[in-house]
């Protein structure tokens, strides 16, 4: 498994897991939504804010973040993947990345949505801590922070 930055030929085999876990995440309803994360993602990968994890043949993770707002924007592992430090491994690279000097922010989902209790309890794993309450894509959501 290689944790490295994903580049532009990379694109459709990232989409290919994007569209397993797309009922994961709002925003990622209709194919229009789908298009648009699909330019997004080419955009994060020119920059290189683009993070995923290789098989020989697959993508299995993959992560966007942002250097200008020091956020992680988008997180997810294939789910035949999961529980091996993928995600883990991906978010270390990000920090790498990052302005030491700041705080990290993700958002997930609420407390009590059965959708967010995963990747809650990772971010706390991690030492996120919970923040504010906001919205996203029309959906309650939390900010996580992590403090370096």
């Known amino acids: 498994m290689k944790i490295e930055f994903g580049k532009e030929p990379d694109i459709e085999k990232w989409m290919n897991l994007v569209n397993k876990v797309k009922s994961s995440f709002p925003g990622l309803e209709t194919k229009e939504a789908l298009d648009d994360h699909r ?6 990968m020119r920059t ?5 994890a290789k098989t020989e043949d697959q993508i299995v993770g993959v992560l966007l973040f942002s250097r200008k707002d ?13 529980r091996q430090h993928i995600a883990e491994r991906m978010v270390a ?3 790498s990345c990052m302005n030491p000097e700041k705080k990290v922010i993700v ?7 059965p ?6 309890a990772f971010y706390k794993r991690l030492g996120f801590v919970e923040g504010e309450l906001t919205e996203e894509f029309g959906t309650p959501v939390q900010e996580f922070v992590l403090k370096r």
Do not use: H
């Not at 330019?39 to 994060?44: E, G, H, I, S, W």
């Not at 958002?107 to 949505?113: L, M």
């Open 39 to 44: 330019q997004t993602v080419l955009n994060f």
């Open 48 to 52: 290189a804010s683009a993070i995923c």
């Open 70 to 82: 020091n956020m992680l924007c988008f997180l997810a592992v294939d789910e035949k993947y999961r």
């Open 93 to 95: 690279c990000m920090l």
């Open 107 to 113: 958002t997930t989902y609420r407390e009590g949505a």
């Open 115 to 120: 959708e967010g209790l995963a990747a809650r």
